[in-house]
C-alpha cells in the first residue's frame, strides 16, 4: 500500500506530554484527562509519551510494575480509554515481562477504536549516557526488543513505531518503506533533548517525508531527574505544526494526505534513492 492509495485519510493527531511520578494511579488519572482533552478537540489519534504510567525514583522501580503480555491494569487502562473516546491510542510505553528476571521489554502499545490491541514493538536501541555528571545504562534493566520494522496501517496509512533513544538511528526509519506517520514516545533527558531533539526529529520528517508526532515527558521528577519535553508535531517537508516546551499538557494538528502527497511529488527524493 502507498500514500497514494484513496483509503488513507487526513487524521486529527495529538501527543500527550506529561511529567509522570513514582505512582502509576497518579500517572493513569492524569494521562486520562489529558486523553479526554485530546478526545474533546478532536484527536482521531493520540500517542502517550514514554512511562506514562511511571517515572520511578530509580530505574529498578518499572520492574514491580511489569506486566505480562496481554493483561494487566496498565493494558486494561489502555484499552478502555481507546474504546472510551473511540480513538486510536498509542501507548507509549508500559513494562512488559522478558525471560530475563531483572529486566523488561520496554513496549509500545497500539490500541483502535474498539479496544482491540493492533501492534506491539518493543524499544530495540538502549539508551546509554556518561558525562561525568549523569549516567544512564537502560540495559541494567532493559532488554532489547527483536529489530522490528513492521508498521500497523491506521487510517491515514503505515505508522512507524519507535521509542526515544532509536530516533538516533536513521536506519530503522529508513526501513519503515512507504510510512506516513512516525511516532516517537519518548523520555529525554535535558541534557540531550536541549542539544539534539529538535534537530533528530525534523531530519526524520524530512529525510522520509512524512509527519513524525513526538510525545515527551517533559519536566521535574520525583526522582531529581529533569526531562526535555517539547513534545511537537511535524510535517514531510520539516516544518512543526504545534509542540509544547515543558509540563503536562497536549499537541494537536492535522495529517494531510495532501501535503504529504505534494511534498512528495515536488522533490520525490525518496524515488531517487540509489542505496536500498
Known sequence: MTAETPSFKDMTLAAIQMVSSADPQ??????AQLIQHAADKGAQLVLLPEY??????????????????????????LSK????????????????????????YN?????????????RYDKIHLFGFDNGREY?????????????????????????LSVCYDLRFPELYRAMDGVNLIVV?????????RAHWDVLL????????CYV?????????????????????IDPWGTPIDALPEGPGVVMGELSMDRLQRVRKALPALEHRTLV
Open 26 to 31: 497518579t500517572n493513569m488519572h492524569s494521562a
Open 52 to 77: 506514562f504510567c511511571l517515572m520511578g525514583k530509580q530505574d529498578q522501580d518499572k520492574l514491580a510494575i511489569r506486566e505480562a503480555d496481554g493483561q494487566g491494569p496498565l493494558q486494561d487502562f
Open 81 to 104: 480509554q481507546a474504546c472510551q473516546h473511540g480513538i486510536w491510542l498509542i501507548g507509549g510505553t508500559i513494562p512488559l515481562e522478558s525471560p530475563d528476571n531483572d529486566r523488561i
Open 107 to 119: 513496549s509500545c502499545l497500539v490500541y483502535g477504536p474498539d479496544g482491540s490491541r493492533h501492534a
Open 136 to 160: 544512564f545504562s537502560e540495559a541494567d534493566t532493559i532488554k532489547a526488543g527483536w529489530p522490528d520494522t513492521s508498521m500497523p496501517i491506521l487510517p491515514c496509512g503505515p505508522v512507524g
Open 185 to 193: 514516545p519518548s523520555a529525554f533527558t535535558y541534557t540531550t533533548g
Open 202 to 209: 525534523k531530519a526524520r520528517a524530512i529525510e522520509n517525508q
Open 213 to 233: 508526532l513526538a510525545a515527551a515527558q517533559g519536566g521535574r521528577h520525583d526522582s531529581g531527574r529533569r526531562t526535555w519535553g517539547h513534545s511537537v508535531l
